[in-house]
Nanobody, 115 residues
Framework: QVQLVESGGGLVQAGGSLRLSCAAS????????MGWYRQAPGKERELVAV???????NYAESVKGRFTISRDNYRNTMYLQMNSLKPEDTGVYYC?????????WGKGTLVTVSS
């Protein structure tokens, strides 16, 4: 079982930046796919970014060029650097990993971007 704890959310003005962290209770170096998702009020959860064990990345079109996903296998932590934030980036951000066919989720961290 893997426990995930997100942190780094908060209130920021449009154009600002935040860095989210996702700390895992297990070693992550062997986890192939890790990702960030978000859920805006009244909307379904959507994929924001993913990163593989080889550090290949993929982003939602809406965040390309503004967000950067990374992982530190020594600290068992994944990050999401968010720049040029927009009000539409508001939502609860969740980290996700898949291990042996099981999905694990954190409880999320709230990001609010004011206009």
């Amino acid at each position: 079982q893997v426990q995930l704890v997100e942190s780094g959310g908060g209130l920021v003005q449009a154009g600002g930046s935040l860095r989210l962290s996702c700390a895992a209770s297990a070693r992550i170096f062997s986890i192939n796919r890790m990702g960030w998702y978000r859920q805006a009020p009244g909307k379904e959860r959507e994929l924001v970014a993913v990163i593989t064990s080889g550090s290949n990345t993929n982003y939602a079109e809406s965040v390309k060029g503004r967000f950067t996903i990374s992982r530190d296998n020594y600290r068992n932590t994944m990050y999401l650097q968010m720049n040029s934030l927009k009000p539409e980036d508001t939502g609860v951000y969740y980290c996700n990993v898949a291990v042996r066919g099981l999905d694990y989720w954190g409880k999320g961290t709230l990001v609010t971007v004011s206009s």
